[in-house]
Structure formats: C-alpha cells, structure tokens
C-alpha cells in the first residue's frame, strides 16, 4: 500500500471509514478489511464505535505497529481540559496505548483555535498521539492554524468526491504539504450511478464506485477512506489502487459538476469565506 509521508508519520493512501458502522457492527468489517490488507483505519468519538473498531484491532492479530489509526474529538469537546478527557475516553474504548492521528472532527465558532491546538500537541509530546490535523475547516481556519498558530497539521480531513471541487484547497494544503484526506469519496453512493463514471468503468472493466476512487488517487497528496461494510466492498475499493485512469477519463470526470456538498451541518463552517 502506497503511504505519505507527512509530519513524522506515513499514512496509507486508501483507508477504512467507519462512520455509520455503529457500536460492536464495526468489529467484523474492520477484521475483514485488516484481512484483507488494509493498514488505516478512521473512526471519531461521534460513530460511537471506537469500542468495536478496537475489538476489530485486538482480533485481527496484526502488529500494532503496522496499523495507522485515527480517531476525532468532537465540536463541543475542544476546550483544553475537554480535549484531554475526550483522547483518554476514546483510548480506553480502543483499548490502545497510543493513536497515529488525532483530529479536530469539525471546528467550533466558541473555540480558541490556539489553545485547541496546543492540547492537541501535548497528546502528541506525550506519545499518546504520532500525529494531530484537522478536518472540517474551511480555507481562513486552516491558512490560521498553520500560518499564524503553527501547528504541525499531519492532514486534512474534508469532503472530496468527483462532485465537489476542492481545487483552491487542495492547492493550498499542497503548498504546504499537507495531504487531503477525502471522507464522503463516493458521495454517500451517489458515484455508483453517475452515468459517466459508469461509462469510464466500462472501459476499464470497473465499477464507477472504483472510477471514483482512482480520481482521487491519480491526485498529488490525496488520501480517501471509503466506508465500506461488507468484504466484497472492502476488496473492491482496493482494487480500485491499481485502476489507470487516462486524459479522456480525467477529462471527463472534470466536466462533473462540482459544487455537490453532500455534508452540511448546521454547525459547519462558512464554505465560501476566503483566505485573506
């Protein structure tokens, strides 16, 4: 599996989601995935099923060391001392000793992005954590968080699919080497009936499930966790690794409307707020 390197850690380009994969129903599939060569598994203290993602861990009989997990503090979890509490409820549910990544699920207008940050780096001094990011923050939030407060962001976690552009902050997180980590890639399924993505896949003797994935990883820096319960799910999104797309397909998948923002909470951020 092809990593990236980022902030002394190296992520496989193609993980597990689990979101949706509620409480002990996580168990088999992150087996299964694990398996079946899956190395990076997400999960965040809102699926409520780091329990299970770690029973999946304990089952599968690999080293800890070959695995790179993540998981997420929640929105109304970022004070300092609510950060601490949420990382050791989640590690106890996962029952391991440290996490490869640390994020910030979704900003949070009442935060204090500095002190957020800063609790969030002492996991990482402390070896609790190898790596801290965030996900969810539009282009000001992230600009601030590596311009202004400094923060060593490992990745970004965002929506990205072949529906939705990405373009300005894929070219920012580039600048500054930061790898896209693209939840939602199949748009919550939509990809599988989208008719120009099934008409590449013909082509490529490929469902338009795996088009998807192979757009996002012909692109620099671009990581994707697809959720994926069932092990036929799991094998095909892997397969999806070997798929070549070509400059017609790229040229195709281009001319996809991209302004199909499938994740809206009321909480979210201003997608539209520019960078100074």
């Not at 992520?11 to 994969?21: A, D, N």
């Not at 072949?162 to 896209?180: E, T, V």
């Not at 919550?188 to 013909?202: C, E, F, P, V, W």
Request: neutral net charge.
């Amino acid at each position: 599996m092809e990593t990236i390197a980022t902030q002394g850690v190296k992520i496989p380009r193609l993980g597990l989601g689990t979101y949706r994969l509620a409480g002990s129903d996580a168990q088999a599939p992150v087996e299964s995935a694990i398996a079946l060569g899956y190395r990076h598994i997400d999960t965040a203290a809102m699926y409520d099923n780091e329990a299970g993602v770690g029973a999946g861990i304990a089952a599968s009989g690999i080293k800890r060391s070959e695995l790179f997990v993540t998981t997420k503090v929640w929105h109304d979890q970022l004070a300092p001392d609510a950060v601490e509490r949420a990382f050791d409820t989640s590690l106890s549910k996962l029952k391991l000793d440290y996490v490869d990544l640390y994020l910030v699920h979704w900003p949070s207008p009442e935060m204090n992005m500095a002190a957020t940050l800063e609790a969030l780096l002492s996991l990482r001094e402390r070896g609790l954590t190898r790596a801290i990011g965030v996900c969810n923050f539009n282009l000001p939030m992230i600009r601030r968080a590596v311009e202004e407060i400094g923060a060593p962001i490992a990745c970004h976690q965002i929506e990205y699919h072949p529906f939705l552009s990405q373009a300005p902050m894929l070219a920012y997180l580039r600048s500054k080497g930061i790898p896209l980590t693209a939840y939602c890639p199949l748009a919550q399924g939509r990809a599988a009936s989208d008719a120009t993505l099934n008409q590449i896949g013909r082509k490529h003797g490929a469902s338009a499930a795996q088009i998807a994935l192979a757009w996002l990883m012909d692109q620099e820096g671009v990581i994707a966790i697809p959720k994926a319960g069932r092990p036929e799910s799991q094998k095909a999104n892997l397969a999806a690794l070997d798929i070549k797309l070509d400059d017609a397909d790229r040229t195709a998948i281009a001319a996809l409307p991209k302004d199909q923002r499938f994740v809206r909470p009321s909480f979210g951020p201003d997608w539209e707020a520019k960078a100074a």
